[in-house]
């Protein structure tokens, strides 16, 4: 009986050396990569979702001050929107009451449609809103 000496040229095992380098080289990207994109698209999902609530709190903080839902109000939603890196004129606002007594409710709704893209899969709208309710501060 011959003794097979461990990386000898007759060892078997032999033939598979190099194979587990070989099978991380393939599969790594095919498990990576897909969480990676992952990862970066909620996270764009997050930054507008986080937008939009800026922009719902200072719209709310505005109409608080002003009582009532003044060009002023939407300047300062719309500029929250764009220093978030959205475009105002794609978000839907609304103000409710318009015009409220002090102490009164006043509610600011922002929203827009997000983007989810995956390469090579598409694009999906992902409908997204926020709502901040404040008191209004000025009797009229």
Do not use: C, K, Y
């Not at 095992?13 to 393939?26: I, K, P, Q």
């Not at 983007?115 to 999906?124: D, E, K, R």
């Amino acid at each position: 009986m011959s003794t097979i000496v461990p990386g000898s040229p007759g060892d078997p095992r032999r033939s598979a050396r190099g194979l587990a380098t070989v099978e991380a080289v393939l599969v790594v990207p095919l498990v990576l990569v897909p969480v990676l994109v992952g990862v970066v698209v909620f996270g764009s999902l997050e930054h507008t979702h986080l937008v939009l609530d800026a922009a719902a709190a200072a719209g709310a903080r505005a109409a608080a001050v002003a009582g009532a839902d003044t060009p002023a109000v939407r300047a300062r939603i719309d500029a929250e929107l764009t220093g978030g890196g959205l475009d105002p004129a794609s978000a839907q606002i609304s103000v409710d009451p318009s015009v409220a007594g002090w102490g009164q409710p006043i509610s600011v709704r922002v929203a827009i449609a997000g983007q989810a893209s995956i390469p090579f899969l598409g694009n999906w709208a992902v409908p997204m809103s926020s709502t901040f309710v404040t008191r209004s501060e000025v009797t009229h």
